[in-house]
């Protein structure tokens, strides 16, 4: 017996509607630290009195990081991480409120 219309828009709808949290996380976390990492560079190829002052108050937060080449590294880490964590709960509550519509629409 063939599938009805309904069952099959029903499925393309679900599946539009969710987001992967892995995929988020992945991306969110490369994005995050590699800005940490370009702007700590950034700085130390720049140079000057002060350098880096502001990002330096980074390392109350993340332990280990400073705008030195090691910090970079280690700022990379960390900033990789939250923004991991950050994609992957977007995504989770992206996919929960969405499902929650969904299934009210229906």
Excluded: C
């Amino acid at each position: 017996m063939p599938k009805r219309i309904d069952d099959e828009e029903e499925i393309v709808i679900r599946s539009i509607a969710r987001l992967r949290a892995g995929i988020m996380a992945i991306v969110f976390g490369v994005l995050a630290g590699t800005g940490l990492a370009i702007a700590t560079v950034w700085l130390l190829i720049r140079g000057g009195p002060n350098m880096g002052q502001h990002l330096e108050l980074l390392g109350n937060y993340f332990l280990g990081y400073s705008v030195t080449w090691w910090g970079a590294v280690i700022g990379f880490v960390w900033a990789a991480t939250v923004g991991g964590l950050l994609g992957w709960l977007t995504a989770w509550i992206y996919n929960w409120v969405a499902g929650r519509r969904i299934s009210r629409s229906h």
